[in-house]
């Protein structure tokens, strides 16, 4: 009995030091705001709604043709399959110096290919880091959830746990109030399945505390009520965190999660970022009663793999299906010391997840195909056939190859391109076929994402340099998943590209310079006999024809011309002797 005592006792002393610890770190939050000019987040908030109890009308603002919404992160993206419009709500923009909050509602149309502006009376306080959904009845319906507001200084943080709907029906938003709503967060996910609102995780940080959260709530749309769903000792639930991605797989009516970010705790108040790359599904279990019964699994991941990242986006293509894009891996949110130089790796790659089975397929583009006339068809055809003929009759006139005519060039990988190409021959020009260029947008982290008739959309995104200057994309694109050949723009964000190209190339010219004279002595990686004492080049090859020809089809295996494969082979042999020498 005095045991228990003590412990309450113990239990009311930790709560009171902790009352005094906020007490005092408010009084000092309230000097600091006093000197930056600054008021109090929840006044600038109230500012925020008297300014939205001013707008008695709905105001719908067409944007010009060719312009886009403001800079922005955070915000949210979702698709209204049959109004065929992408929905933009909410985000941020720091310019160096202050954040910009948003609570505007934009509508793309991907018919017109235009936004629209819509100002609602009694519209959300700005926000990001929220969630929202699209329910498809009542002529459409918008979901928001949560989020947090940054003061302008960043100084100040609040996290909200409020429920919206806008209705595309009366063009009305509607604050929704109902009993045991969770608690304040962000970076959490939500998605719909059926007649439900499904929520999982996210985080709370007010500069003070952080706390990341696993639990899972319900909201029904039928009789807008939450439930915070409690599961056996049997459940395998994912672990807390934020920036998770979660897919309705309608096929089986259940919802995939994959990956996410968390924080560990470490000794003197210092942490350490966990990137989590697991998976798990959370099903329904129908018992009596029409009553169901929820279940966290983790799920065995099979297939190609995306790498350790997080901000990627994730978006199901149809019923059984999910396509993940881009992201970053960041060294610095990793790394307890700050002593490091920044080493972050962005992603524009696509990845197809099959949310049944649960493997993963790296996406490769095939790149525009060329379309060439019957005529031309024809010559190449005939060149061909000549080419063909000429080095079936002069083998021996084909062992002394003039080195001048070709050149070729190895890069950091060792992917050979040609330099020069071929002279005529017999008045038959041999043109080699060069690499496709497949243009892809900028690697970026959180950028906007969606699927609609075949058609992939990407929208904005954050990208930062070697310096760490954060760059906002305000650009779009499009892919087409069925012929997969290249993204088409759809508005370039010019500005940020050319400063982002610049970069590019005068990197590469730092780099081309400090190489040019080390290029010639890299290894060439093939597996080939050894070059003996004294042997000469012409004597090498003589001797190991055969593998120089294999390791040339190897790496042109569409050149069908035995003389160019001859060529070829006798110039990697020499690349190879050299290195030897």
């Given at each position: 009995?005095?045991?228990n005592?003590?412990?309450?006792k113990?239990?009311?002393?930790m709560?009171k030091?902790?009352?005094?610890?906020?007490?005092?770190?408010?009084k000092n939050?309230?000097?600091?705001?006093?000197?930056i000019g600054e008021e109090?987040?929840?006044?600038?908030?109230?500012n925020?709604?008297?300014?939205?109890a001013?707008?008695n009308?709905?105001?719908?603002?067409?944007?010009?043709e060719?312009?886009?919404?403001s800079?922005?992160?955070?915000?949210?993206?979702n698709?209204?399959?049959?109004?065929?419009?992408l929905i933009l709500f909410?985000?941020?923009?720091?310019?160096?110096?202050k954040?910009?909050?948003?609570?505007?509602?934009?509508?793309?149309?991907?018919?017109?290919?235009?936004?629209t502006?819509i100002?609602?009376?009694n519209?959300?306080?700005p926000?990001i880091?929220h969630?929202?959904?699209?329910?498809?009845?009542?002529?459409?319906?918008?979901?928001?959830f949560g989020?947090?507001?940054?003061?302008p200084s960043?100084?100040?943080?609040?996290?909200?746990n409020?429920?919206?709907?806008?209705s595309?029906?009366?063009k009305?938003?509607t604050?929704?109030?109902?009993p045991?709503?969770?608690?304040?967060?962000?970076?959490?996910?939500?998605?719909?399945?059926?007649?439900?609102?499904?929520?999982f995780?996210?985080?709370?940080?007010?500069?003070?505390?952080?706390?990341?959260?696993?639990?899972?709530?319900?909201?029904?749309?039928?009789n807008?009520?939450?439930?915070?769903?409690?599961?056996t000792?049997?459940?395998d639930?994912?672990?807390?965190?934020?920036?998770?991605?979660?897919?309705?797989?309608?096929?089986?009516?259940s919802?995939?999660?994959?990956?996410?970010?968390?924080?560990?705790?470490?000794?003197?108040?210092?942490?350490k970022?966990?990137?989590?790359?697991?998976?798990?599904?959370?099903t329904?279990d129908?018992?009596?009663a029409d009553k169901?019964?929820?279940?966290?699994k983790?799920?065995?991941?099979?297939?190609?793999?995306?790498?350790?990242?997080?901000g990627?986006?994730m978006i199901?293509?149809n019923?059984?299906?999910?396509?993940?894009?881009g992201?970053?891996?960041?060294?610095?949110?990793?790394d307890?010391?700050?002593?490091?130089?920044s080493?972050s790796s962005?992603y524009?790659d696509?990845?197809?997840?099959d949310?049944c089975?649960?493997?993963?397929?790296?996406?490769?583009?095939?790149g525009?195909?060329?379309?060439?006339s019957?005529?031309?068809?024809?010559?190449?055809?005939?060149a061909s056939?000549e080419m063909?003929?000429?080095?079936?009759?002069?083998?021996?006139?084909?062992?002394?190859?003039?080195?001048?005519?070709l050149?070729?060039?190895?890069?950091?990988?060792f992917?050979?391109t040609?330099?020069n190409?071929?002279?005529?021959?017999?008045?038959?020009?041999?043109v080699?076929?060069?690499?496709k260029k497949?243009?892809?947008?900028?690697?970026r982290r959180?950028?906007y994402?969606?699927?609609?008739k075949?058609?992939?959309?990407?929208?904005?995104?954050k990208?930062?340099?070697?310096?760490?200057?954060?760059?906002?994309?305000?650009?779009?694109?499009?892919l087409?998943?069925?012929?997969?050949?290249?993204?088409?723009?759809l508005?370039?964000d010019?500005d940020?590209?050319?400063e982002?190209?610049k970069?590019?190339?005068?990197?590469?010219?730092?780099?081309?310079?400090d190489e040019?004279?080390s290029?010639?002595d890299?290894?060439?990686e093939i597996?080939?006999?050894?070059v003996e004492n004294?042997?000469?080049?012409?004597?090498?090859?003589d001797?190991t024809?055969?593998v120089?020809?294999?390791?040339a089809?190897?790496?042109?295996?569409?050149e069908?011309?035995?003389k160019?494969l001859?060529?070829?082979?006798?110039e990697l042999?020499?690349?190879f002797?050299d290195n030897?020498?």
């Amino acid at each position: 009995m005095g045991k228990n005592k003590d412990k309450k006792k113990k239990g009311l002393g930790m709560e009171k030091t902790l009352a005094k610890t906020e007490k005092k770190a408010q009084k000092n939050m309230k000097k600091e705001l006093k000197e930056i000019g600054e008021e109090d987040i929840e006044k600038i908030i109230e500012n925020f709604a008297k300014k939205e109890a001013e707008l008695n009308q709905v105001k719908e603002i067409q944007l010009p043709e060719g312009q886009f919404p403001s800079r922005r992160g955070g915000a949210t993206f979702n698709l209204s399959p049959e109004r065929e419009e992408l929905i933009l709500f909410g985000g941020d923009y720091f310019d160096g110096t202050k954040v910009f909050m948003y609570n505007d509602l934009f509508i793309y149309s991907i018919k017109k290919n235009q936004w629209t502006q819509i100002k609602a009376p009694n519209a959300p306080p700005p926000r990001i880091f929220h969630q929202s959904v699209y329910v498809s009845r009542n002529a459409g319906e918008l979901w928001v959830f949560g989020g947090e507001f940054s003061s302008p200084s960043q100084s100040q943080f609040y996290h909200y746990n409020d429920l919206w709907m806008f209705s595309f029906q009366t063009k009305s938003w509607t604050k929704i109030v109902c009993p045991n709503n969770p608690s304040p967060r962000s970076g959490h996910r939500m998605v719909v399945l059926k007649k439900h609102l499904i929520l999982f995780g996210g985080y709370y940080d007010n500069l003070r505390n952080c706390k990341f959260y696993n639990d899972t709530y319900l909201f029904n749309l039928e009789n807008n009520q939450w439930e915070d769903v409690k599961f056996t000792a049997s459940n395998d639930p994912p672990s807390p965190r934020s920036a998770c991605q979660m897919s309705v797989c309608a096929k089986n009516n259940s919802v995939v999660l994959y990956g996410g970010f968390s924080k560990e705790k470490l000794k003197k108040d210092r942490e350490k970022g966990i990137v989590h790359s697991d998976m798990y599904v959370l099903t329904c279990d129908i018992k009596k009663a029409d009553k169901g019964e929820w279940c966290w699994k983790r799920a065995k991941q099979n297939g190609a793999k995306p790498s350790e990242r997080i901000g990627f986006s994730m978006i199901p293509l149809n019923d059984d299906t999910a396509l993940l894009f881009g992201g970053v891996f960041d060294q610095d949110d990793l790394d307890v010391d700050e002593e490091e130089e920044s080493n972050s790796s962005f992603y524009n790659d696509l990845y197809k997840l099959d949310l049944c089975s649960f493997k993963w397929t790296n996406l490769s583009l095939r790149g525009k195909r060329e379309i060439k006339s019957k005529k031309s068809q024809k010559v190449e055809t005939e060149a061909s056939m000549e080419m063909d003929e000429k080095d079936e009759n002069s083998e021996d006139e084909d062992s002394d190859v003039n080195m001048e005519d070709l050149s070729l060039k190895k890069d950091d990988v060792f992917t050979l391109t040609y330099e020069n190409r071929p002279k005529k021959i017999d008045d038959v020009e041999v043109v080699a076929k060069e690499e496709k260029k497949i243009f892809m947008p900028h690697p970026r982290r959180s950028a906007y994402l969606q699927f609609f008739k075949a058609n992939l959309y990407l929208y904005g995104g954050k990208f930062e340099d070697a310096n760490d200057k954060e760059f906002t994309f305000n650009d779009m694109y499009c892919l087409n998943m069925k012929k997969m050949d290249e993204w088409k723009t759809l508005y370039e964000d010019k500005d940020i590209n050319d400063e982002l190209r610049k970069q590019v190339d005068d990197s590469s010219d730092e780099e081309n310079g400090d190489e040019e004279e080390s290029d010639d002595d890299e290894e060439l990686e093939i597996d080939a006999p050894i070059v003996e004492n004294d042997e000469t080049l012409n004597d090498y090859f003589d001797r190991t024809e055969d593998v120089w020809i294999t390791e040339a089809q190897k790496e042109f295996p569409n050149e069908k011309s035995k003389k160019i494969l001859k060529k070829m082979a006798l110039e990697l042999c020499k690349m190879f002797w050299d290195n030897c020498k």
